[in-house]
């Protein structure tokens, strides 16, 4: 799916280059003026100008990508770390006992001590604290063991589809990777807009959870209890 979305972007890009270079003159668009060398005359911009451009963009934005990995790294590195520490020290499993009574709430389809719970519980509460690639991996095995569950390997239960919303919108108490970011970025205060990321991200949840329990109630969108049904049938 993303390789087609990105061939698309590619197509789009391509066909409306040229398309704007001749229909921007017919409705009576100004053309666009540069001056090429210093000293030179003014003169239009044409499909070679703009052709480099683009080239030169793409250029910068590796540059920039590259370096803002190089600054990150550092930091990154650090809260892995003690990440690493804290969960080795028990304060994640701590944490995860504390979400426990909220997570049979949500995911009351996923069984007491089951593997599934624990990877939601890691990935939750990395994503809490603000670290999206420490909690990559954990939400990879959450879905994993989600669809060991799945009676309809097709199809996504209710526990997923909850998981995914609170996984994309989750609540985020301090937001590591945002102030590795401005940190970067060269800013003063990079803290500065905790209060309202976690505001943000709390609304966003609880829109997520509603939307979820909501839209799981609809017909169109309610599983199937004999399609699962015949899909169990069918693994024994």
Known sequence: M???IWFWLIVIGVLYAPVRSV??????????????????????????????????????????????????????????????????????????????????????????GHPAQGAMLMNISANVLGLDNAATPFGLAAMKELQELNPDKETATN???????????????VPISVIGYRIAAGSDNPAGPLAYIMLATLVSTLVAIIAVRTLAKLPAFAINPAASGAAEEEEL
């Open 2 to 4: 993303l390789n087609r």
């Open 23 to 112: 229909v921007r003159p017919l409705v009576g668009f100004q053309p666009e003026l540069i001056v090429a060398e210093e000293g030179a005359e003014p003169r239009e911009v044409t499909l070679s100008d703009l052709g480099k451009r683009v080239t030169e963009s793409a250029i910068d934005g590796a540059n920039v990508a590259v370096d803002l990995l190089l600054s990150l790294i550092g930091i990154m590195v650090l809260w892995l770390g003690l990440m690493q520490v804290a969960k080795d020290a028990g304060l994640i499993d701590a944490l995860a006992w504390l979400l426990r009574p909220l997570m049979r709430w949500l995911f009351p389809e996923v069984p007491e």
């Open 159 to 173: 526990a997923m589809a909850t998981f995914l919303a609170i996984n994309t919108s989750s609540v985020t108490l």
